[in-house]
């Protein structure tokens, strides 16, 4: 019987050796690099100062959060020895950490000290936050409460507790936007309010200004409509009108508070703020406390809820984050101190 010898041919070595390094990498350097992608989009808009459309709008408002994917893709650049990569990481990593400072200057008033005032905000979604929302004033005691999301009974409720139809009238003035749902929206005072123009928009902004012991002080409510895919045009024309409105007198102390459904990451809300406004959380240190979702995932949210004030008028003492139940949204309790303008 004749054997037979079979050889064994090995492959021949692939003569490409740049094709032999993407295949060693494989699936770990693909996925670095779409997360550096992804990342880098929303960073690159938030360095061009433009909040860009669906999804980089809704994205800018959890920027601090996307530390987390680009940790990840460095990592995964770093075990697939993909070089490039990890620079693109490193240098994405530098212009999160450089984003996530806080947006302006929180120099406090050099005036004499006129007033004390202390300003709550609070979205009780659609009213269901009311109950919760009624003992935190009476906790808080504040001297002006902005409430948006208050529909008609939520009205009601606010009237019959602290208005001209409860046994002790703690807030007698109050100027409202009344309506169904997320449209009614309302300020309470201690102090007389004077009404004004509501501003424009999907939802209730009501205004007025305020006589704080002998002071006019202007309030305005803010609630843009949400940059909802499809609505981010609608949320931009409506932060502009609040911009507009705090443009429009940069003489008289200023409070522009409420859930104005944007971060310090997104361009339109930092055009708010270049009319001459501070954030009081900012003042107070508090700048990335997160306020929505409150519910669902707190620890991961973003500040979209902000008490905005003159900066050359008003310093903040201390400020209070709230959890409220029956609303995802946290309210925010801040003691402001009004000064003389020298």
């Not at 060693?24 to 808009?45: N, Q, T, Y």
């Not at 997320?182 to 200004?209: Q, Y």
């Not at 703020?273 to 406390?289: I, K, V, W």
Request: net charge neutral; aromatic share 6%.
């Amino acid at each position: 019987m004749e054997s037979t010898t079979i050889e064994r041919t090995d492959p021949a070595p692939d003569p490409d050796p740049a094709r032999r390094r993407r295949t060693a990498r494989g699936p770990k350097a693909w996925l670095a690099g779409l997360l550096l992608l992804g990342v880098s989009v929303v960073v690159g808009c938030r360095a061009a100062d433009t909040d860009a459309t669906t999804p980089v709008t809704q994205l800018l408002a959890f920027l601090p959060w996307l530390l987390a994917p680009t940790g990840l893709a460095l990592l995964l650049a770093g075990l697939a020895r993909w070089w490039t990569g990890v620079t693109w990481g490193v240098i994405v990593l530098g212009a999160l950490a450089w984003f996530i400072e806080p947006y302006g200057k929180a120099n406090a008033p050099a005036g004499e000290a006129v007033a004390r005032v202390r300003v709550m905000t609070s979205n009780v979604q659609f009213g269901w936050g009311t109950a919760a929302l009624i003992d935190a004033v009476r906790r808080d005691r504040p001297d002006i409460v902005f409430v948006e999301e208050c529909e008609n009974t939520c009205s009601a409720a606010l009237l019959e507790a602290f208005g001209a139809e409860s046994t002790t009238p703690s807030y007698p003035y109050r100027q409202a936007v009344e309506g169904q749902g997320s449209d009614g929206s309302l300020i309470l005072s201690r102090h007389p309010l004077k009404g004004t123009a509501p501003i424009p928009g999907s939802m209730g902004m009501p205004g007025a200004v305020a006589d704080i012991d002998g002071h006019p002080v202007r309030l305005q409510l803010a609630h843009p409509m949400p940059p909802l895919p499809g609505q981010v045009a609608v949320w931009r024309r409506e932060l502009g009108a609040l911009r507009a409105y705090a443009a429009a007198d940069t003489r008289t102390p200023t409070i522009l508070a409420g859930d104005f459904n944007a971060s310090q990451d997104h361009a339109a809300f930092r055009r708010v703020l270049d009319t001459g406004l501070r954030d009081a959380a900012r003042l107070a240190g508090e700048d990335r406390a997160p306020t929505w979702p409150a519910r669902t995932t707190p620890a991961f949210g973003t500040q979209i809820d902000h008490v905005l004030v003159s900066a050359e008028d008003f310093s903040a003492r201390r400020v209070r984050f709230h959890e409220l139940t029956g609303t995802d949204h946290r309210a925010v309790t801040v003691d402001l101190t009004l000064h003389k303008r020298k």
